[in-house]
């Protein structure tokens, strides 16, 4: 049979009694037991394991080290590991589930922020892989868009990422931009390319999604920093961001674009602190 694990976080010491607790099981899915201890050996052992996918001879973990998420492969039969570099930095990264345990195949799905989902084929033997877009687009050529994060000082100091979406051949000093959050829902995959964006874009419109205290594009702890009774600091945030676009000259004219009540309830808190600092907002609230 087919198996798979799925597992938020976890730490193996002795996979060999996972691969037996694979073969005297009938079930597809395997929910492991955290267990003390590290797969990968040597500098690797600290990371955390998000998740992982078993198959006969190879095992497939995604990891993360700081912000980074990185790819570990273990060889069971060599007892050797190796790391998968994909060309670009996703924003997240899913382990599509193992059908064939036979199999030396990994499959991967990335999403990024100036182009649409990629889906990976990883030969875990040959340490090759194959890339290409899970929907293809017409009129639009994505190899013309770029992305950058830059840090954002807060006026406590702390500093705040920011993530920019632009053409690179239209992209100019009258250039309008839009500021984009869904408030405290706000994860990474909140910031996944989306084909309306490819219309702003190709108009020479900058895209900011902003990773502010508040929200869930990091740990807990900084969702906490910026919820709660310190939610003030999740709208002073998202003020200062506005402000620094203008300052450095990204934005000439800017817009605001709430997505979901969470959204829309930071746009318009700032937008109603600050008045002419968007030329124009738009919250995106659906009624039920």
């Given at each position: 049979p087919s198996h798979y694990f799925f597992s938020r976080h976890i730490n193996l010491k002795d996979y060999n009694q996972s691969l037996q607790t694979i073969a005297m099981s009938t079930s597809s899915v395997i929910e492991a037991p955290t267990i003390e201890g590290s797969l990968f050996s040597g500098s690797l052992q600290e990371r955390p394991i998000l998740d992982f996918s078993v198959f006969q001879h190879y095992i497939l973990a995604k990891t993360q080290e700081s912000s980074a998420l990185q790819l570990l492969?273990?060889?069971?039969?060599?007892?050797s590991q190796h790391q998968l570099t994909l060309p670009e930095t996703p924003l997240d990264l899913t382990i599509e589930p193992n059908m064939n345990y036979?199999?030396?195949?990994g499959l991967l799905s990335t999403l990024h922020t100036s182009h649409p989902e990629m889906y990976h084929?990883?030969?875990m033997g040959l340490q090759k892989v194959q890339s290409h877009p899970v929907v293809v687009y017409e009129n639009m050529n994505t190899g013309n868009y770029a992305d950058e994060k830059?840090?954002?000082?807060a006026g406590d100091g702390i500093d705040i990422g920011v993530r920019l979406v632009y053409h690179k051949d239209r992209f100019n000093e009258n250039s309008p931009a839009v500021l984009v959050t869904s408030g405290g829902s706000t994860d990474l995959r909140s910031f996944a390319f989306r084909p309306w964006i490819a219309i702003l874009l190709e108009k020479g419109c900058t895209l900011a999604y902003s990773e502010l205290r508040g929200t869930r594009t990091s740990?807990?702890?900084?969702y906490l920093k910026g919820a709660l009774r310190h939610k003030i600091r999740h709208f002073t945030d998202f003020g200062r961001v506005a402000?620094?676009?203008?300052e450095q000259k990204i934005?000439?004219?800017l817009a605001a674009i709430g997505e979901g009540t969470s959204?829309?309830?930071?746009?318009?808190t700032v937008m109603l602190n600050e008045p002419a600092l968007f030329e124009a907002a738009i919250l995106q609230v659906t009624r039920n």
């Open positions: 492969i273990k060889d069971l039969l060599k007892d036979n199999s030396r195949i084929e990883y030969d830059v840090m954002v000082r740990d807990y702890n900084w402000n620094y676009l203008r934005a000439k004219k959204g829309a309830l930071t746009v318009a």
